[in-house]
């Protein structure tokens, strides 16, 4: 018994060590990403919550991991062991008032394990992203004087963040939690001007680096009523505490001839050079509420609005013009019949959502706001717990107005939650 438990930690291993060639890949190429921190990416990334619209603040199951609130961890089976990963690939296509362009990618979504310690403690850990940087812009200018020039905009990496939680039952119907979450990653981001109608210019590239190592906390509260003939309403509340978040920052200022689109860069001479030196990213606190209704093992509908006090965000006690961000999100799923034999599309689970989301960017006094529908499937594996889940979202974000970017995208994950019990002491040998 314990080989067999042994070869399926290492399986997942294996796959974990498969997934970190996509991990390292940019999860995002939206010219969006150059502002703030870079897209910022909620906590509610398990396929099953895309595909309700990402509602997460009072959505608990024994079959899955849900971050957002770490009081649902007290969900989990007394005797199990569960394993969450997930998959995103993203296609999109950004207007201006004039252009169109088309951009793609693919990253590992999230990756999770959850299992009881106690009675009363259920454990989380798990790998997500936090903000994505992945951009290539080029603006043209004019000057009487030097003629046509450009700027070219460059920037990719990331921030991660590491989470270990901790849920515990205070009751059989209240239940509170704690995330501690170490937030790490690299950013890099250049500016570069050069002449192209000219090489008697030398251009000049202005090089930005940022290492980010510290820790962060969340807290969430989770109430349930039960009420008659399995019905269920469920309370969640979550608070993410506002901290000074410990970074690394180094910018350097060069001379050159080449170095367009990625071309052989020629040195000509150091300009500037700040080396590295510790700074701060003064992060804000955030408050969430959610609400759901279910009938368990048949259908759940869910509510949940969220808000972000990015006003306060500051880098080395600068402030930045951000505003405070806050999304709506409401979402259901419905399985006919779980206990079905001969009808396997009776047991499979069926998703719907939608979102509406107040970004932390304002520019040119418009407001980059964005809105998503999704849809989902749970498909559950012939004599076992685990499910192969799908997620699908269409939607838009930002605008045209003011020469600024409208972007269309369609965000399709491919999940896995891994159902065992571990944790069964056997009889007989």
Do not use: C
Not at 151 to 162: I, K, P, R, T, V
Request: aromatic share 14%; glycine share 10%; net charge positive.
């Amino acid at each position: 018994m314990k080989v067999n438990k042994l070869r399926k930690l290492l399986g997942i291993i294996v796959i974990l060590m498969a997934f970190q060639t996509l991990w390292g890949q940019t999860g995002t190429v939206s010219p969006y990403s150059r502002f703030g921190i870079g897209q910022l990416k909620s906590k509610s990334v398990n396929t099953r919550l895309h595909g309700m619209g990402g509602i997460a603040n009072a959505v608990a199951s024994n079959r899955f991991i849900n971050p957002s609130n770490p009081a649902t961890y007290t969900r989990f089976d007394s005797l199990s062991f569960l394993f969450n990963a997930g998959l995103q690939m993203s296609s999109s296509t950004y207007r201006t008032s004039t252009l169109t362009e088309k951009g793609s990618n693919a990253s590992l979504s999230y990756f999770s394990m959850g299992f009881p310690v106690t009675r009363h403690w259920r454990v989380g850990i798990g790998l997500l992203p936090y903000a994505d940087i992945g951009y290539n812009i080029i603006v043209s200018a004019f000057d009487e004087g030097i003629g046509r020039y450009n700027y070219a905009f460059n920037g990719d990496g990331g921030l991660n963040q590491l989470f270990f939680g901790n849920g515990f039952k205070i009751n059989d119907r209240l239940s509170v939690g704690v995330n501690l979450t170490y937030v790490f990653g690299r950013n890099t981001t250049s500016t570069l001007i050069y002449f192209p109608d000219s090489m008697l210019y030398a251009n000049t590239k202005t090089e930005q680096r940022l290492l980010a190592n510290d820790f962060m906390f969340d807290y969430g509260i989770y109430y349930t009523k039960p009420l008659a003939n399995d019905y269920q309403l469920n309370i969640g509340l979550v608070y993410g505490q506002k901290v000074n978040l410990n970074v690394k920052r180094e910018k350097l200022v060069r001379s050159l001839f080449g170095g367009v689109d990625g071309g052989i860069e020629y040195i000509l001479d150091t300009i500037a050079y700040q080396p590295e030196k510790k700074g701060e990213l003064e992060m804000p606190h955030n408050l969430g509420l959610g609400l759901s209704f279910e009938k368990k093992n048949r259908w759940m509908i869910g509510m949940d609005a969220n808000w972000h006090n990015w006003k306060t965000f500051a880098i080395d006690g600068r402030p930045d013009s951000l505003q405070n961000a806050w999304n709506i999100a409401v979402g259901g799923e419905f399985t006919p019949k779980y206990t079905s034999i001969s009808k396997y599309w009776s047991r499979v689970t069926y998703r719907m959502g939608a979102r509406y989301n107040q970004t932390y960017l304002n520019l040119y006094g418009q407001s980059i706001n964005e809105f998503g529908i999704s849809f989902g499937l749970g498909l559950p594996l012939p004599r076992s717990l685990t499910t192969i889940d799908l997620s699908l979202e269409v939607g838009r974000g930002g605008t045209t107005a003011k020469n600024l970017i409208q972007e269309t995208f369609v965000n399709f994950t491919v999940g896995v939650s891994i159902y065992e019990r571990w944790f069964v002491k056997r009889r007989y040998n």
